[in-house]
């Protein structure tokens, strides 16, 4: 029944739509399903919406969402059709030539739209391919800016590219940013704190080159997550919306029949072992852990996590990506059988949304923490680079939904691990936690349900672009 009712919705929001989005993300991951699930929103508001990855991605990655919700594919080229950007001389050369292949591919599959029948009114782009907007704008088209990362994030690398702040920031001082609580350097993005990794600096900073000549600005954001911070960007950029949780819909307003999971991976998840697993233990017991698709743990960090998970004495299931595997101590699996299961990649939103995890020990990537947040689940911070120990602040200081493991020499040792995980999954400070996160994850809920601030966000700007694309015909 209800593959015969997407089928009739599918039919249905084809023959009406009234305008034409082309969405074009940077290859990876956690950039790719936030904008899919956004793509998915603005289906049955009579916008059709094109994705156009990478020739790599669309090769490697599945990308099940796209067919599955009336979304199209046509990949455009980074210049590195074969190995993607691992095969890239170094990032600033990647992105140098994806600037240079990228824009001409663009360009060409604008025209092949309009050849072809479907005319394009509108480019949602990453801000990290600001180019993509001197795109639209030479073809008169609508130029949106879609950033994946928090308002927070955001206000921060707009002070650095401003001049405002001048990495690397070590000072002593206590920070004051508009919009934002009181940071120290270390809760700054690590690439502003150490400067670290010059060519991604350059990238974040890059997103705001021409962003006062986008027509829309969005955010994966919730307004009431970052009411201060949002509303100080409205006044940078007056068309600036909070959008989020970019999320599957059947874990947030449930709305969009039959949409469960992000239907992008480029990895194969063990939800079969994960589910089989979590089905035997007791609600609120397990220790969640997970670093995400691309962070990559030093040996060092993996034996002090193997030694802190195991000396709590807690259920642990924990996602170990093949890469990393032959890092783990030889005998710690067959050891902890009995507490824990070790599997490469797995469903999160159902592991997080299954009732059994008390905690979840995270990178606090953006996409994790909305998830998270999304579904009430109490974290352990323990942030690696980029983005996440800004996240981290707002987790534990801001939120007060997590603790955050400290760390010496970027390490965090094994009883510190142990002491957060106890802290969260036994003592008062959890109970506290768990209050606060109830109290977040049904804000963020009603956000995006209907009626709410994200979903009369959404609305507004589909209502415009039909409006535009109607005025230009």
Not at 62 to 89: F, M
Not at 183 to 212: C, E, T, W
Not at 364 to 371: A, D, K, L, P, Y
Not at 381 to 401: E, L, S
Request: aromatic share 10%.
């Amino acid at each position: 029944m209800a593959e015969q009712q997407k089928s009739e919705f599918s039919e249905s929001a084809a023959a009406a739509h009234k305008a034409h989005c082309l969405v074009v993300p940077i290859p990876g991951q956690g950039h790719i399903s936030p904008v899919l699930q956004f793509s998915k929103r603005l289906i049955p508001k009579r916008i059709r919406v094109t994705i156009a990855p990478t020739r790599f991605i669309a090769n490697t990655a599945t990308l099940t969402g796209a067919a599955g919700s009336d979304i199209h594919l046509s990949p455009i080229s980074d210049g590195y059709d074969e190995g993607g950007i691992a095969s890239a001389e170094d990032g600033q050369t990647y992105f140098d030539t994806f600037q240079r292949v990228g824009s001409q591919t663009l360009a060409d599959l604008v025209r092949q739209q309009r050849n072809s029948g479907h005319p394009v009114h509108c480019i949602v782009y990453d801000p990290h391919l600001p180019w993509c907007l001197d795109v639209a704008k030479a073809f008169g088209l609508i130029g949106v800016a879609f950033f994946t990362q928090s308002c927070a994030v955001d206000a921060i690398f707009s002070h650095v590219h401003d001049g405002l702040l001048n990495p690397p920031v070590q000072t002593p001082e206590t920070l004051t940013i508009p919009g934002l609580p009181p940071l120290k350097p270390r809760d700054l993005p690590s690439f502003v704190h150490d400067a670290s990794y010059p060519a991604f600096l350059a990238a974040m900073v890059g997103q705001f080159s021409n962003i006062h000549n986008a027509d829309w600005v969005l955010c994966n954001s919730v307004y009431e997550l970052e009411t201060e911070a949002a509303d100080w960007l409205s006044k940078l950029w007056p068309n600036f919306k909070t959008i989020g949780p970019t999320i599957p819909s059947f874990y947030a307003d449930n709305r969009l029949v039959g949409d469960k999971d992000y239907g992008v991976s480029f990895f194969k998840p063990e939800n079969g072992a994960c589910n089989d697993w979590l089905r035997t233990k007791p609600k609120g017991s397990v220790v969640y852990v997970s670093f995400g698709s691309m962070a990559d743990l030093g040996t060092e960090q993996i034996e002090e996590l193997c030694f802190g998970l195991k000396n709590s004495n807690h259920y642990f299931l924990w996602v170990v990506r093949e890469s990393e595997e032959g890092k783990l101590p030889k005998r710690f699996k067959s050891e902890t059988a009995g507490k824990g299961l070790i599997v490469s990649w797995c469903s999160q939103l159902e592991v997080l949304a299954s009732g059994v995890v008390g905690c979840f020990v995270t990178h606090c990537g953006w996409n994790s923490t909305m998830e998270a947040l999304s579904l009430g689940v109490a974290m352990v911070a323990m942030p690696r680079w980029t983005d996440q120990t800004t996240n981290a602040k707002f987790i534990t200081d801001v939120w007060g939904v997590g603790v955050r493991a400290e760390g010496e020499n970027g390490v965090v040792k094994r009883e510190e691990i142990e002491r957060c995980v106890r802290q969260v999954m036994e003592g008062e400070k959890g109970e506290e936690i768990r209050k606060n996160g109830e109290k977040w994850r049904k804000l963020v809920q009603e956000a995006v349900s209907e009626g709410g601030s994200s979903d009369r966000n959404i609305n507004v700007f589909a209502q415009s672009l039909i409006l535009s694309s109607q005025n230009d015909a």
